[in-house]
C-alpha cells in the first residue's frame, strides 16, 4: 500500500505513481514542439547545456523546483538535466501550467506534478518533489521553500545544500524568513541579478502582460485609461507598453520617488480613489494585498476591466467584488463578468491571478534566457561550493556581479552586436579624484 496521500482533484489525468501526474501525456508531442521553439530563442541556456552537458557538474544532485511550467521553464529544466541533475518539478501558480508543455516533460522522464487550474492540489504537487528528497530548490514565490522549512524541517537542516528564487514578492518572503532567523539553509536571490529584473521584471512584464490582457479581452488600447497600480520595475514595464499602444496611463503608487518617476515617465499619478472613477483598464502589480476594494468597483465605470499582474491573487480584494455583485457569469475565457448591485459590470480577468502565465504564456523566450541562465548558474555555484566543502552562510544571497556580467555578454554576443571597451586612458581618468575642470 502506498503511503502518498491521494490528491482531491478527480477526473481524468495521466499518472504514474512516483514519476508523474499531468493532465493529458497525449499532448507531449505538442508541448516538444512548444519547448523546441523556446530554445531556438534561448543561446545563453542553450550554450551553458552545451558546456556543462559534457562534464555534468550536477551528477548525484536532486533539484526540486517549483515554477510556471512554461515552454522556456523547460528549456531550464532539460538543461538541468542533461547538466547531471535529477529533477522534480510542480508548477507554481494554479493557472499557469502548460498542460502540453508538462506532457512532454513527464514523457522525457521529469517527475512533475503540475496541470492547468491546479486549485486544491497546488501543496500536493510541490509535497510529491520533496518526497524526492532533494539537495537543491529552485522556486518562485517561495511555496516550495516554505512547505520545506514548515513541514520537512529535518530535510532543510540536514540534507538541502541551498536553493534559489526567481521573483521579486519570493525575495521579500525570504528575508523576512531571514530577519526572524527562521531561514534553514542559504538561498540565491536570482530575481535581484540585474541581468534578471531589469528585462524579465520590465519588458517581460510589460510585454507579457498586455498580450494577456488582449487575449482575454481583445479590447483596443488606444484611447483607453490604463490604470497600472505600482510603478516598480513590473509596473513601469506594463504602463510603458500601455503607453505604447496609445492607451491613456495613470499610475498610483505609494512611494514618492516612484510616483515622480512616473510622471517624469509622462504618466498622469493620482490615487486609486481618483483613478477607479475614469480608469477603463486596471492592472495591479504592486505585490501588496487589498489594493483593489470594494469602494473602488463601486465607483468605476461600466464595463471597467481589471487583472493583476502580481504574483499572488490578493491585490484585487475579489471577496468583496462577489459581496457588492448581484450575479456573475463567463464571457469568454479568462473574462468573468460581474454585475454589481449598482447596474454597473465590471469584468475581471483570471480570477485575479497573474495575466500574462494565465491568460498568455509569460513573458517571451528572449527574456527568460537571461533569467534562467542566472537560475542555473546559480545552482552550479551551490553545487561547486558544496563539492568544495565550504560552509556557505546560511543567508539570503545576491548573484555575483562576474555572473551578471558573463550572462550580459553572452546575451550580446548571441544578439550580435558590439559594444565599445574603455581604453586605459579613459579607466585612469574615471580613477582620478584630480581630473577636473
Ligand atoms: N514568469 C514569467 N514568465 C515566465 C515564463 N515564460 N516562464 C516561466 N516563468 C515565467
Redesign the pocket.
Known amino acids: 500500500m502506498s503511503n502518498i496521500p491521494p490528491k482531491k482533484a478527480q477526473g481524468n489525468f495521466s499518472e504514474v505513481e512516483g514519476e508523474y501526474c499531468v493532465r493529458d501525456i497525449n499532448l507531449a508531442d505538442e508541448g516538444q514542439l512548444l519547448i523546441e521553439w523556446a530554445e531556438s530563442r534561448m543561446p545563453v541556456l542553450m550554450g551553458l547545456r552545451k558546456k556543462y552537458s559534457e562534464t555534468k557538474p550536477f551528477k548525484g544532485y536532486i533539484i526540486a523546483g517549483c515554477?510556471?511550467v512554461?515552454k522556456?521553464?523547460a528549456v531550464l529544466i532539460k538543461t538541468l538535466k542533461d547538466a547531471g541533475a535529477e529533477v522534480l518539478w510542480s508548477g507554481c501558480n494554479p493557472l499557469s501550467t502548460n498542460d502540453a508543455v508538462a506532457a512532454a516533460l513527464a514523457k522525457d522522464g521529469i517527475k512533475i506534478y503540475a496541470w492547468y487550474g491546479n486549485m486544491e492540489d497546488f501543496y500536493w504537487c510541490i509535497e510529491r518533489t520533496i518526497d524526492g528528497k532533494p539537495h537543491l530548490t529552485l522556486d518562485?514565490g517561495c511555496d516550495l521553500i516554505d512547505t520545506v522549512h514548515e513541514k520537512y524541517k529535518d530535510l532543510a537542516v540536514n540534507h538541502i545544500v541551498g536553493g534559489s528564487e526567481?521573483t521579486t514578492t519570493g525575495v521579500h518572503r525570504l528575508r523576512s524568513r531571514e530577519a526572524a532567523g527562521q531561514l534553514l539553509y542559504p538561498v540565491y536571490a536570482v530575481n535581484d541579478a540585474e541581468t534578471k529584473w531589469d528585462f524579465?521584471n520590465v519588458y517581460?512584464t510589460g510585454q507579457?502582460t498586455l498580450d494577456g490582457i488582449i487575449r482575454a479581452t481583445s479590447v483596443l488600447l488606444a484611447g483607453k485609461n490604463f490604470v497600472t497600480a505600482g510603478h516598480g520595475h513590473c509596473g513601469s514595464g506594463v504602463a510603458k507598453r500601455a503607453k505604447g499602444m496609445g492607451a491613456n496611463t495613470i499610475i498610483t503608487e505609494v512611494k514618492a520617488t516612484a510616483a515622480i518617476k512616473a510622471t517624469l515617465e509622462g504618466h498622469e499619478v493620482m490615487t486609486m480613489d481618483e483613478a477607479a472613477k475614469v480608469g477603463d483598464v486596471f492592472c495591479t502589480a504592486t505585490g501588496v494585498k487589498d489594493v483593489i476594494r470594494k469602494w473602488h468597483f463601486e465607483s468605476m465605470r461600466d464595463g471597467a476591466i481589471v487583472c493583476n499582474t502580481g504574483h499572488y491573487d490578493a491585490e484585487i480584494n475579489i471577496p468583496e467584488l462577489e459581496e457588492i455583485s448581484v450575479s456573475k457569469r463567463t464571457i469568454r475565457p479568462n473574462c468573468e463578468e460581474y454585475t454589481l448591485k449598482n447596474g454597473n459590470r465590471i469584468y475581471l480577468l483570471a480570477q485575479g491571478r497573474l495575466i500574462?502565465?494565465a491568460a498568455a504564456?509569460?513573458?517571451p523566450s528572449e527574456v527568460?534566457d537571461m533569467s534562467f541562465a542566472n537560475q542555473f548558474m546559480a545552482h552550479l555555484s551551490l553545487v561547486e561550493r558544496h563539492k568544495s566543502g565550504e560552509k556557505m552562510p546560511i543567508a539570503v544571497m545576491e548573484i555575483p556581479e562576474d555572473q551578471d556580467e558573463f550572462v550580459a555578454k553572452t546575451k550580446l554576443e548571441a544578439m550580435s552586436m558590439n559594444i565599445d571597451t574603455l581604453t586605459q586612458e579613459q579607466i585612469d581618468y574615471i580613477n582620478d579624484y584630480n581630473a577636473g575642470t
Open positions: 515554477l510556471h512554461t522556456e521553464t518562485d526567481e524579465d517581460g507579457s500574462n502565465l504564456e509569460g513573458h527568460m
